[in-house]
């Protein structure tokens, strides 16, 4: 299904911009928590334990926010998230200012987490009941998409209202900006005709389903290791300042291969694509450990990202034909999933690079994918369980 004709459905235009605002804050809360925290109170350790406990909320929160989307739908849960979120996040900069318990900023940044609203979820679910079942790869791609550009575009935001002021105002500018965003998200669902209700089902009816979460378990593990050594091969080569280019990188290849992936037809299961995509991703990503030259490496990550991206749509699909009843809170799982991986991959790599190097973060993470491939094999069979 072209692009143009995706768009073109009543209401789904403005849904991606709306959802690309309320998605801001996914990469700018914990950093933003980080600097806020540390910048009020002077202890690095409770800065990270505030970035923890959101992440650790998001992950706790995205399976029980889509459960209750199967059966209630998506606008009671992304009104309150929204409301959740935001508050949540501007009482902990006044909290930090203010010099509150230690205790109060870790248990806002874990309300924080648990309140993201779950905006990419909704999108595959209620553009995915709009669309034929061939049709769901350019959703998904597009879903990616929106998502990899508000990642990208949001920290550029934070660090210019930094620049200019400060970062707790940065924190709570981008916050209201979410949180506006998400509210217009809402508006303009109600505008496309979203669906009220759901049908309820169970999301590991099918045991494949448990197999598809340790392969985007294995693939989090990826995205985590990787997180970890951009940034320590930047600062061995003794250009710390290169991480954001590279960052960048990995970035601008998940936008291209997420907007190639979903503008063609595609012949193969997605079982077998997603084995392929692993397989690849993990063949890119290797050579990273021995590529010399900083030119060279953003092409590896801006490749990396191109097959990156697709996996992660494919697993998407997947989800439809293992948990046909309950897609919001199998969605929610494999961000769960995701995160837990990206956590994961991010303290086994670090390990691996104090005792190796640098570049063993990146043999982690191939060997991450490559694992991941090998367990969806699998998936190509039609057995249920």
Do not use: K
């Not at 590896?300 to 998407?316: E, I």
């Amino acid at each position: 299904m072209p692009y143009r004709d995706l768009l073109g459905l009543p209401g789904v235009g403005a849904q991606a911009v709306c959802g690309f605002l309320s998605q801001l804050t996914q990469q700018v809360a914990p950093v933003g928590m980080v600097l806020v925290v540390q910048d009020a109170t002077g202890s690095l350790a409770l800065a990270g334990t505030c970035a923890a406990a959101f992440s650790v909320g998001a992950g706790m929160g995205r399976p029980v926010q889509g459960r209750l989307m199967d059966r209630r739908g998506p606008r009671v849960v992304l009104a309150a998230t929204a409301f959740l979120h935001v508050v949540a996040l501007i009482v902990l900069v006044a909290a930090a200012a203010d010099g509150w318990p230690v205790w109060t900023s870790v248990v806002l940044a874990w309300v924080a987490g648990a309140g993201l609203p779950p905006i990419s979820v909704s999108m595959r679910v209620e553009w995915g009941r709009r669309v034929s079942d061939g049709a769901r790869t350019a959703v998904y791609s597009l879903v990616y998409l929106v998502q990899e550009l508000a990642m990208l575009i949001g920290p550029l935001l934070f660090g210019l209202v930094i620049a200019g002021a400060s970062s707790s105002l940065a924190l709570g500018v981008v916050a209201v900006a979410a949180g506006a965003g998400t509210l217009a998200f809402l508006r303009a669902l109600r505008a496309g005709g979203a669906a009220s209700v759901r049908e309820g089902g169970r999301v590991f009816e099918d045991r494949r389903m448990l197999v598809l979460l340790a392969v985007v378990l294995l693939l989090g593990g990826t995205m985590g290791a990787l997180q970890v050594g951009v940034p320590a091969l930047s600062a061995a080569r003794g250009v710390p300042a290169a991480t954001g280019v590279l960052v960048a990188a990995l970035s601008l290849g998940g936008i291209a291969g997420a907007a190639g992936y979903g503008a063609r037809t595609w012949a193969s299961s997605p079982a077998a694509r997603l084995v392929g995509a692993m397989l690849a991703l993990g063949v890119v990503l290797a050579p990273l450990a021995v590529v010399g030259a900083l030119p060279v490496f953003w092409v590896v990550l801006f490749a990396g990202g191109m097959v990156l991206n697709p996996a992660l749509t494919t697993s998407s699909l997947l989800v439809d034909r293992f948990a046909p009843g309950a897609q919001g809170e199998a969605f929610g799982w494999l961000s769960t999933a995701l995160g837990m991986g990206a956590a994961a991959g991010s303290g086994v790599a670090g390990v691996a690079g104090q005792w190796f190097g640098p570049p063993a973060p990146f043999l982690v993470g191939a060997a991450s994918t490559l694992l991941g491939a090998l367990l969806a094999v699998p998936l190509l069979g039609r057995r249920r369980g």
